[in-house]
């Protein structure tokens, strides 16, 4: 068995990454795949939890080497999604989880086709999210205008995912995603079909 690619994504607000942090508790053989960055680790963070840090000509070196699904470069630091941990979790037949954005989901379904299982999460509507956002008290006023603009556009683009989910019921909404991420094992492109076919007539 090979592993599986599920994308999640959504707009800040629609409950996302608390859906992700439950459901990884319900699911084994998980690999939430995380940032690499030049930069230097800060207090209080953990090399494989926050990001995978790495020097600058390693991280240059494996630009030439094309082994980013995405990267850029912000206040002469690099940032970007390495292939390296991907492929060898997918190797070890686990699940690579990505909370990225729509675009991040374009630049993955052009390097990894079909093999991708993406989930778009969000609220009910834009009035329910914007609410969530002024009741957990993090941002501006600006801020959340921002998110709200941004949300709107990423919803224009929800029809290039394979599900939708509308978090209206943090529960059901969990169930349902757990759901799909156990399903996204049991694709075709997770199964060395030659392999299985061949042990199965014999």
Not at 46 to 70: A, M, V
Not at 131 to 145: A, M
Not at 163 to 173: A, E
Request: charged share 30%.
């Amino acid at each position: 068995m090979k592993g599986g690619m599920l994308i999640i994504s959504g707009p800040s607000g629609s409950g996302k990454s608390s859906l992700m942090n439950e459901m990884f508790k319900k699911i084994d053989g998980v690999y939430f795949s995380i940032s690499t960055t030049t930069r230097a680790k800060r207090d209080g963070e953990t090399e494989g939890i926050d990001y995978h840090y790495i020097s600058k000509e390693e991280f240059e070196n494996d630009i030439e080497e094309g082994l980013f699904l995405e990267w850029a470069k912000v206040h002469d630091n690099y940032y970007g999604t390495s292939l390296k941990p991907i492929l060898k979790s997918l190797h070890e037949g686990k699940l690579v989880v990505f909370d990225i954005d729509v675009q991040g989901h374009k630049i993955a379904r052009e390097k990894f086709g079909d093999a991708i299982t993406s989930v778009f999460i969000t609220t009910p509507n834009q009035e329910e999210l914007k609410l969530r956002l002024i009741n957990r008290g993090t941002d501006t006023k600006e801020v959340i205008e921002k998110r709200i603009n941004n949300a709107v556009s990423e919803m224009t683009r929800v029809r290039e995912y394979n599900y939708v989910l509308i978090n209206d019921d943090f529960k059901k909404t969990l169930e349902k995603l757990t759901a799909i991420a156990i399903s996204s094992r049991c694709r075709v492109h997770s199964i060395d079909t030659e392999e299985f076919i061949s042990s199965w007539v014999n």
